[in-house]
């Protein structure tokens, strides 16, 4: 659905079955409603996506009248998984083009889960190709430890645990997920882990049992969600999940900040500079955000794609970023566009500087 919703604009055409509210009126003149399936083609005007719902709702104006629905009149289609739909644009470019091929690819659903954890806080994350979904977050308030009396903290604890465990049984598919990362700082995640899997032999759960090599300790700093770009970054999970689309997004963001730090002619961000560099041919890597691809405004877009396109001519690599990972919220904060040179270019406002000195 994520990927729909990037492919979809506003002016496309969309048909696809829905369902419609209508008045009838009898020959008594009483009026009576009734909800009918019919399949309609509507004008794209709003596009409204639920990331936790998976829904896709999108409002338009109707292209071709039908017995239900007069020519011009607004509907709001609900896309779902599994349900067909036919979508028009007039132009297909490269970048729509790329986000079906991705779409279709099975490799690209290598998927991963994470509990990132503190005592008394854990995030249960789905991190997939698209995007990084909150599926629960759990919260108990876990007592100090006293002198000569520590039963309340432990009874406490065992209560946060087991809500945890509870949690992963009912969020993460097994079926699905590839790997899962407990991560913590200090013991918490060893204490789960060890808690997780006690439980499991006395519960006789087989479904943890079973998958008990998919679980990987990491270190993060805290309990909440923002740490799992440094657990992404952690060179034992990068060598673990290198088929998945967010490990390379993240090292490809952590090589980009280093090339900043150590050689900053090789390191630019925001269009103006980036555009410089690639008509200079120098983009290596470069690293772009899809919430540009949304934009509405046609000529802003295309500029984005020929940027894409120039970089691919040239021999460079292009990273899309997903909005909705943690590593794609970062890069929207440079601007949503950032790349790394082939080799030094003088920064674009020193350039821009010393030619009005001459002037």
């Not at 100090?144 to 604890?157: E, I, N, T, V």
């Not at 952590?254 to 900053?264: A, I, R, T, W």
């Not at 008509?279 to 802003?300: C, G, M, N, P, V």
């Not at 909005?323 to 674009?348: C, K, M, T, W, Y």
Request: glycine share 4%; net charge neutral; proline share 2%.
């Amino acid at each position: 659905m994520w990927h729909t919703y990037n492919l979809l604009q506003v002016g496309d055409s969309l048909r696809a079955s829905t369902i419609r509210k209508v008045q009838t009126e009898s020959s008594t003149g009483s009026v009576g409603s009734s909800r009918v399936r019919t399949t309609l083609t509507l004008c794209v005007e709003t596009i409204d996506f639920d990331s936790q719902a998976c829904q896709l709702r999108v409002k338009g104006t109707n292209l071709q009248e039908n017995q239900y629905v007069k020519m011009g009149a607004y509907h709001t289609i609900e896309l779902e998984l599994n349900r067909k739909f036919t979508l028009a644009k007039k132009v297909w470019d490269t970048v729509v083009l790329d986000r079906i091929e991705q779409a279709c690819d099975p490799a690209q659903k290598a998927d991963v889960a994470a509990v990132v954890m503190q005592e008394g806080l854990a995030n249960l994350v789905l991190v997939t190709p698209a995007m990084t979904l909150l599926r629960a977050k759990v919260e108990v308030t876990i007592p100090r430890k006293r002198k000569g009396s520590c039963a309340q903290h432990d009874k406490a604890l065992d209560r946060f645990y087991e809500a945890v465990m509870q949690g992963i049984l009912r969020h993460f598919n097994f079926d699905v997920v590839k790997c899962i990362l407990v991560a913590s700082p200090g013991f918490v995640k060893d204490q789960f882990i060890s808690y997780l899997f006690k439980e499991a032999v006395r519960q006789d759960c087989k479904i943890l049992l079973e998958n008990r090599s998919k679980f990987m300790m990491v270190h993060s700093s805290s309990g909440h969600k923002y740490s799992l770009k440094e657990v992404l970054c952690d060179p034992a999970v990068t060598a673990r999940l290198s088929d998945t689309k967010a490990a390379g997004e993240v090292k490809a963001l952590e090589d980009f900040y280093k090339m900043l730090q150590q050689e900053p002619d090789r390191a630019f961000y925001g269009l103006a500079h980036v555009e410089r560099a690639s008509e200079a041919l120098a983009i290596d890597i470069l690293l772009i955000s899809d919430k540009l691809f949304r934009h509405q405004d046609i000529a802003t877009r295309s500029r984005y794609v020929r940027l894409v396109d120039g970089v691919k001519e040239n021999g460079g690599t292009v990273r899309m970023f997903s909005s909705l990972h943690v590593s794609g919220e970062q890069l929207n904060q440079l601007s949503g566009v950032a790349a790394i040179l082939r080799f030094p270019i003088a920064d674009v406002s020193e350039a821009e500087d010393s030619s009005s000195d001459e002037d």
